[in-house]
């Protein structure tokens, strides 16, 4: 027993260590992990982070078209993101005359702004606990089936009766840690949000896939929007009579810069994490399932570099798909890397031993000290229906292209076979125009190509109860199967020149035509066999998994109770905290925490694909023209932090102790981007460019001052005891403003607790 409450210590104090580990959920911040920020430097409020009743710093974070982050920067709802989440947008706005993705984009006035269809700006309004009323009638003998559909019955009925008293708003439900708590979020969602600028790509995607997770870094990932309400100040449809958004809460961004050791605290909406696995499953993720999707999507990402490199029109339609295809191949290699070089499974190995030993020390913790044993027979049994689903999701949804699009067509099909005129003459003239919209970022010889050489790998994975198309075609062999792949592309009527007028002409001859195709039949057929073989045969095992999960998590408090968990991230609303820190990647090197645009300088290439740039900037550096926003002499670009993130927080504010804006959030470094599955505060950082390089580009690049003279700018550093003004430099064209304290906010006294 002595021994084990001696490693019970040990783990203590390394949790003591590793506070910065974590992304927590505002509305907590003041029970679980307040004390512990202000020992790290932290000089606001828990209320000035999040509070319900009065504005907050949540008020002016955004979560961005579900998938991003971006925070509020002036009272004029201006909205500040990275430039890969305004991506699509901004290349959807571009044409061979007007590149905004090679040329950049700033609008001279309001009328400029851009609009931009089906993209929103949500804000939370309120986080509530609602546990108890989910889990009402539910009991722990229940079974994981009866359990659900409790869950089920009650979370309709409460989000029913919230949207009826709150027409206004917006809700949905999340479960936490594995079913044991569930959270009724609140928002506001703003559905007329315009673009306002972005720089260069040569800029905002500087360095491309060769830097991206590398540190160090020198990209000025950020992109701008604008928020647009009606008269009230509500959400509206885009209209030209809406204005500016006016919120409750915006921004100060501080321009004095960062240093070694500064209090950082990243605010946004990480989207998924995996922190409770055991040892076991994150094994079958490196060794299993990341080399396999890593396989497939080496072949589109080879395929889709070499014609985007000489082909500008590829380059065009084809630049958002391969940057979000190459970015979850890269994070996949770095994973691998990350969990081998950390010895994390020892690590995972050698807690799930204390666990164990601590529930057989805990008299009620007894029945779970088998608990990673189960897990770890049910993580083993679904490893090759995993696989195929992963299978169907990298070759026939993501990677083939027509075969993705051509579902579309399902619903055209069955009006054909109800002989229903008039719906399928509404679903053809909908497809036809879609068809269209579909081929402006097509390549058809390239998505060909790319079928060729990633069908035959899900051909050669799925064992499950293939259906019939791809039984022949596994039996004709795979020496057939490039030849059978272009022939059934030849001979689809999609891609006939005249296919979206004949669709319109005669809908039900179409119907029976696209029926009757080799690529409609087997695109059908996998993605049927994803759902009825592969899902359901998953299903019963992972609500398996998941109760058992569940009462993993709620052993592990108990074993350690002295410890603060934290929820996965499943894209709600949380902060991450920690500090400015250079880090040692391996033997030998070691990375400092701020980069500079001599940095950016040194990796330019004229001409080059990653590497080139605008000839403003270069001039600018050659003048050591950096305005306000330079630093002794040189320009900082980007800095890393110790806080924990995912994707989801791309965009997301860096905020200091005060809660100003001082950063971007937009990657992690590769050395320790396992953190997904395995956080070590050693390696593990956010990476982040600095907004003083944002207000560089912005002004002195894109001659853009005006969209500067609506923020407020402070320069201060948090340990100094008085604001600066910002100075007004002659080689600036921003207008500076004062703070609008001349006195900081006093320090407060820091409060120690036990841990």
């Given amino acids: 027993m002595k021994k084990i409450f001696t490693l019970l210590t040990v783990l203590v104090i390394g949790l003591q260590l590793q506070a910065k580990e974590g992304m927590w959920l505002p509305h907590l911040i003041a029970q679980l992990n307040y004390s512990d920020m202000q020992r790290m430097g932290l000089q606001i409020s828990a209320e000035e982070i999040y509070a319900v009743n009065k504005s907050s710093l949540k008020d002016a974070v955004v979560h961005f078209n579900g998938g991003c982050t971006g925070e509020l920067i002036s009272s004029q709802g201006l909205l ?16 061979k005359e007007n590149n905004y993705l090679e040329d950049g984009f700033w609008a001279a006035s309001r009328s400029e702004e851009l609009p931009n269809s089906g993209l929103y700006a949500a804000i939370i309004r309120e986080i509530k606990d609602v546990s108890n009323e989910i889990l009402e009638g539910s009991t722990p ?28 708003l917006e809700f949905e439900l999340k479960d936490f840690f594995f079913g044991n708590q569930f959270l009724l979020i609140s928002k506001v969602k703003y559905t007329d949000v315009r673009l306002v600028g972005a720089p260069p790509s040569s800029i905002g995607k500087y ?12 990209t000025g990932d950020f992109s701008m929007f604008r928020v647009y309400a009606n008269a009230d100040n509500q959400p509206a449809e885009y209209s030209e009579t809406n204005v500016p958004y006016k919120p409750a809460q915006h921004l100060k961004i501080n321009i004095a810069g960062v240093k070694e050791g500064d209090f950082t605290m990243v605010y946004g909406f990480p989207g998924s994490t995996n922190q409770y696995l055991p040892a076991s499953e994150v094994a079958n993720t490196v060794n299993e399932y990341n080399p396999f999707r890593i396989r497939i999507r080496d072949q589109i990402i080879n395929i889709l570099d070499a014609k985007m490199r000489v082909d500008e029109d590829a380059r065009l339609q084809y630049a958002s798909k391969f940057a979000r295809s190459s970015n979850s191949w890269k994070r996949w290699k ?3 890397l990350g969990i081998k070089r950390t010895n994390a499974l020892e690590v995972l190995r050698q807690e799930e031993k204390l666990f164990k030993q601590m529930c057989e020390a805990i008299p009620e913790l007894k029945d779970d000290k088998d608990l990673v044993a189960k897990m770890d027979a049910l993580y083993a049994k679904r490893i090759p229906l ?3 689903r992963f299978a169907y999701i990298e070759v026939g949804y993501f990677g083939i292209e027509a075969f993705r699009h051509v579902l579309n067509y399902s619903n055209l099909i069955k009006h054909a076979e109800a002989e229903d005129e008039e719906a399928l003459k509404t679903e053809a003239d909908r497809l036809a125009k879609r068809m269209e919209g579909f081929l402006k970022d097509y390549d058809y010889d390239l998505d060909k190509q790319v079928a060729i050489n990633i069908l035959p790998i899900y051909l050669e994975t799925i064992k499950t109860n293939p259906g019939e198309e791809v039984r022949e075609l596994q ?18 009527p999609f891609f006939k020149e005249d296919f979206a007028e004949e669709l319109k002409k005669n809908p039900a001859k179409m119907a029976k035509k696209i029926a009757e195709s080799d690529l409609y039949e087997l695109s059908l057929e996998m993605y049927s066999h994803y759902f009825e073989v592969i899902n359901a045969g998953l299903k019963p095992i992972n ?11 709620k052993a592990l408090q108990r074993a350690f109770p002295k410890k603060s968990f934290y929820p996965d991230a499943n894209s709600t609303l949380r902060v991450a905290y920690g500090q400015v820190k250079s880090y040692e990647a391996r033997d030998a090197v070691k990375y400092e925490a701020q980069t500079y645009l001599k940095g950016v300088m040194e990796k330019y290439v004229p001409g080059d694909y990653e590497f080139d740039l605008p000839q403003k900037l270069i001039d600018l550096y050659e003048a050591k023209d950096y305005g306000p926003y330079g630093e002794n002499g040189k320009m900082p670009v980007c800095f890393v932090a110790t806080n924990h993130t995912t994707g989801g927080n791309s965009g997301s504010p860096v905020l200091n102790a005060r809660g100003e804006l001082i950063g971007l959030n937009f990657d992690r470094a590769w050395d320790g981007v396992m953190s997904d599955m395995y956080f070590d505060p050693s390696i593990c950082r956010n990476v982040m460019v600095d907004l003083r390089y944002v207000l560089f580009i912005i002004d002195k690049l894109g001659g853009a001052s005006y969209l500067v003279e609506e923020m407020d700018l402070v320069r201060h550093h948090p340990d100094e005891t008085v604001t600066k003004k910002v100075e007004s430099e002659e080689k600036s064209s921003v207008k500076t403003k004062a703070a609008d304290k001349t006195k900081a906010e006093p320090v407060m006294e820091v409060q120690y607790r036990e841990n």
Avoid at 207 to 218: A, F, I, M, Q, S
Avoid at 543 to 553: F, K, S
């Fill in 334 to 336: 770095g994973e691998i």
């Fill in 207 to 218: 360095g491309k896939d060769t830097d991206n997770w590398v540190w160090p870094r020198h």
């Fill in 386 to 388: 995993t696989k195929e």
């Fill in 80 to 95: 500040l993101t990275n430039h890969h989440c305004g991506y699509s947008q901004i290349q959807s706005h571009s044409t």
């Fill in 141 to 168: 003998e229940m079974s994981e089936e009866e359990r659900d559909s409790i869950i089920k019955v009650n979370a309709q009925n409460l989000l029913g009766e919230a949207q009826a008293k709150n027409p206004g």
């Fill in 543 to 553: 609500l398996e998994i998941d109760a058992l999960q569940a009462r993993y998590v």
């Fill in 475 to 492: 039996e004709e062999g795979s020496d057939n199967w490039p030849e059978e792949i272009a022939e059934m592309y030849e001979d689809a």
